[in-house]
Nanobody
Framework: QVQLVESGGGLVQPGGSLRLSCAASGFTFSSYSMSWYRQAPGKERELVAT????????TYADSVKGRFTISRDNAKNTVYLQMNNLKLEDTAVYYC??????????WGQGTQVTVSS
């Protein structure tokens, strides 16, 4: 069955770094674009970053540009989110999503990132 399993979340101080991973199984990973979303308490889920199937193009929300980097390893069926210079407002549950045009979409269960001093 399809699985997306996020890991790497945790508690970090402002200015710190974390690297999230999302391991995929049960579908052809290299055929899907991959995205990271986040949802803070009381807020709607928002798109953070997207990477196309080949990894050749990425897009970011303005709020994370220059601080976050999305990457993927199709040989390992894994997508990553490197988060640097974390801010208090980055606190949220982070989810990965696999998308194949408008035909299919899968979500992970989320991993908590808390930025606090």
């Amino acid at each position: 069955q399809v699985q997306l399993v996020e890991s790497g979340g945790g508690l970090v101080q402002p200015g710190g770094s974390l690297r999230l991973s999302c391991a995929a199984s049960g579908f052809t990973f290299s055929s899907y674009s991959m995205s990271w979303y986040r949802q803070a308490p009381g807020k709607e889920r928002e798109l953070v970053a997207t990477i196309i199937r080949t990894g050749g193009s990425t897009t970011y929300a303005d709020s994370v540009k220059g601080r976050f980097t999305i990457s993927r390893d199709n040989a390992k069926n894994t997508v990553y989110l490197q988060m640097n210079n974390l801010k208090l407002e980055d606190t949220a549950v982070y989810y990965c999503k696999a998308s194949w045009a408008t035909i299919a979409a899968y979500w992970g269960q989320g991993t908590q990132v808390t930025v606090s001093s």
